[in-house]
């Protein structure tokens, strides 16, 4: 089993800053994806952004590309996700999301193509 713990969230006015850690624990060695979604009350989850484990090659979604930035210490099994120019419609709970699989590739994953889930931090953003 994989358990991956978020933190990092809480309130921030629009145009400000968060970093988010996801911490992994179990049987890691094996991932290949670790995965950021978001969701707010009554709306679909969505993508966020995706890196390899092993590589650290990333992907991002339109929405957030040049202010938002995935990284991952392995030696600390922890994955982050740096946040900036946070706008008001960002409110959500970010969960942290990881798989073995190797394919579809990082671009073209959905919530479907991943097995293990974090409990989600929430994310507050004041206008």
């Known amino acids: 089993q994989v358990q991956l713990v978020e933190s990092g969230g809480g309130l921030v006015q629009a145009g400000g800053s968060l970093r988010l850690s996801c911490a992994a624990s179990?049987?890691?060695?094996?991932?290949?994806?670790v995965g950021w979604f978001r969701q707010a009350p009554g709306k679909e989850r969505e993508f966020v952004a995706a890196i390899s484990w092993s590589g650290g090659r990333s992907y991002y979604a339109d929405s957030v590309k040049g202010r938002f930035t995935i990284s991952r210490d392995n030696a600390k099994n922890t994955v982050y996700l740096q946040m900036n120019s946070l706008k008001p419609e960002e409110t959500a709970v970010y969960y942290c999301?990881?798989?073995?699989?190797?394919?579809?590739?990082?671009?073209?994953?959905?919530?479907?193509?991943?097995?293990?889930w974090g409990q989600g931090t929430q994310v507050t953003v004041s206008s």
């Open positions: 179990g049987r890691i060695f094996s991932l290949y994806a």
């Open positions: 999301a990881a798989d073995r699989k190797t394919y579809p590739p990082l671009g073209a994953r959905g919530p479907n193509d991943y097995d293990y």
